[in-house]
């Protein structure tokens, strides 16, 4: 089961960040994800971070902005979200796989366990 915490309402520019942690399995050996949906929109992928070896790979609309990274000691993957903007008011989920192949990171039928999703707002 994955918990995804820390969304919530702040102005362009502002930063926040997310927190996916697993609970019953650990990430060892699994790719963590960060996907978003808007309202009417389909939900995209954000960012992936590989828990063996640490690669990261991000969406072009975040990449700069964003970092995800993860920490081996509280089995949790974070989204460091700066400079945000309007357009990334979403309801964010992070999602993960022990199966991912690396040109699937972006694909969300990769990926096994989702979050129950976090709401992030930015309001001009």
């Known amino acids: 089961q994955l918990q995804a915490s820390g969304g919530g309402l702040v102005q362009a520019g502002d930063s926040q960040s997310l927190s996916c942690t697993a609970s019953?399995?650990?990430?060892?050996?699994?790719?963590v994800a960060w996907f978003r949906q808007a309202p009417g929109k389909d939900r995209e992928f954000v960012a992936a971070i590989r828990w063996s070896g640490g690669s990261t790979l991000y969406a072009d609309s975040v990449k700069g902005r964003f970092t995800i990274s993860r920490d081996n000691a509280r089995n949790t993957v974070y989204l460091q979200m700066n400079s945000l903007k309007p357009e990334d008011t979403a309801v964010y989920y992070c999602?993960?796989?022990?199966?991912?192949?690396?040109?699937?990171?972006?694909?969300?039928?990769?990926?096994?366990?989702w979050g129950q999703g976090t709401q992030v707002t930015v309001s001009s």
């Open positions: 999602a993960a796989g022990w199966r991912v192949i690396l040109s699937a990171r972006t694909s969300k039928v990769a990926y096994d366990y």
């Open positions: 019953g399995r650990t990430f060892s050996s699994a790719t």
